[in-house]
């Protein structure tokens, strides 16, 4: 069974940190892509940021792109969203999701349960 | 970037009739759409990948059709567990984006 587990979350002050991890079971980790999307109180999906199985290729959504740092660690079967000069409107649900991406075909088939990162003073 | 355009943004309808929930993007995009349930305080499930292939375990009442830059979701006849938010999301190309979400309620 795949299970995704997100954890780090919390209430930081605007400009700082926070780093979230998904630990990752029931699949072949490092096979796979990885992605994190959020979720703002109220509001719509938005993707954040996605890695590839060897995590030799990143990608960010420019909302997010030079403060975000997306990683993962395969010995670890870990996935890592390290959040820096955090703003109020990064306040989200941030999903972990393993991203299916074969020859035709891609799609986010397992999503964990969120961790809520509120930025607030 | 490829916007992805949902309509309509909420639905009220009654157990039984037929939805149907349209997502246009902003430029082409193949086959490279996809379809999710959100229901409140939960992680968004996925129904549909490939504009028309249903997730293993996901109900037949769901279908989804399209390719290009216009794509259907169809529900034949909603039963009361299928009310809840949908959403479409287009994998071709970064940066991944989704709809903004139809909101099925209960008439």
């Known amino acids: 069974e795949v299970q995704l587990l997100e954890s780090g979350g919390g209430l930081v002050q605007p400009g700082g940190s926070l780093r979230l991890s998904c630990a990752a079971s029931?699949?072949?980790?490092?096979?796979?892509?990885m992605s994190w999307v959020r979720q703002a109180p109220g509001k719509g999906l938005e993707w954040v940021s996605a890695?590839?199985?060897?995590?030799?290729?990143?990608y960010y959504a420019d909302s997010v792109k030079g403060r975000f740092t997306i990683s993962r660690d395969n010995s670890k079967n870990t996935l890592s969203l390290q959040l820096n000069s955090l703003r109020a409107e990064d306040t989200a649900v941030y999903y972990c999701?393993?991203?299916?991406?074969?020859?035709?075909?891609?799609?986010?088939?397992?999503w964990g349960q969120g961790a809520l990162v509120t930025v607030s003073s | 970037d490829i916007q992805l355009t949902q309509s309509p943004s909420f639905l009220s309808t009654s157990v039984g009739d037929r939805v149907t929930i349209t997502c246009r993007a902003s430029?082409?995009?193949?086959?490279?759409l996809a379809w999710y349930q959100q229901k409140p305080g939960k992680a968004p499930k996925l129904l549909i990948y490939?504009?028309?292939t249903l997730q293993s375990g996901v109900p037949s009442r769901f279908s989804g059709s399209g390719s290009g830059t216009e794509f259907t979701l169809t529900i034949s006849s909603l039963q009361p567990e299928d009310f809840a938010t949908y959403y479409c999301q287009q994998l071709n190309s970064y940066p991944l984006t989704f709809g903004g979400g139809t909101k099925v309620e209960i008439k």
């Open positions: 029931g699949f072949t980790f490092s096979s796979n892509a």
């Open positions: 430029q082409g995009i193949s086959s490279y």
């Open positions: 999701v393993k991203f299916t991406a074969a020859t035709g075909t891609r799609f986010f088939d397992y």
């Open positions: 890695i590839s199985g060897s995590g030799g290729s990143t």
């Open positions: 490939g504009a028309s």
